[in-house]
């Protein structure tokens, strides 16, 4: 019986693959912040064709959203991976999140327990004063 239940946990774990080790933290901020322009021609199908456009371009500054992710020993500053229509997160809620490679991924469980792709724009080293003041 004991060699059964031992291999009925061993396949149990070779099944479940990859194991995601989770850091906590909080976002304590999220602010807007430029991140390129976005353009639009004044060219129009119409006017292309007739040779009454004048090819004009329109440039507004795109906005980004930039969290600020306080773990217990580094302060993260973190965008979006996908830049079209990111979720807004709620702010002062705790969160979880790993690092993979080159980008965070980050979860609420409050919310929707969803993983996001977030891109790691500046990391910066927390105080022993700085942790002592937010627990």
Do not use: H, W
């Not at 969290?67 to 705790?94: F, M, N, S």
């Not at 980050?106 to 500046?122: A, M, Q, T, W």
């Amino acid at each position: 019986m004991r060699l059964f239940l031992s291999l009925l946990l061993l396949m149990g774990t070779s099944l479940a693959g990859e194991v995601r080790n989770y850091m906590s933290g909080e976002l304590q901020e999220m602010s807007s912040v430029e991140c390129g322009y976005d353009e639009k021609s004044g060219k129009g199908f119409t006017g292309a064709l007739l040779g009454t456009d004048n090819g004009s371009r329109k440039m507004r500054e795109a906005l980004c959203q930039e969290y600020t992710l306080v773990a217990d020993k580094v302060i993260y500053r973190i965008r979006p991976k996908k830049d079209k229509k990111p979720d807004l997160l709620p702010v002062g809620e705790p969160v979880e999140f790993r690092i993979k490679k080159d980008k965070l991924i980050l979860r609420v469980r409050e919310l929707d327990d969803k993983e996001r792709e977030f891109l790691v724009v500046s990391m910066t080293p927390r105080t022993t004063q700085q942790a002592k003041t937010s627990e």
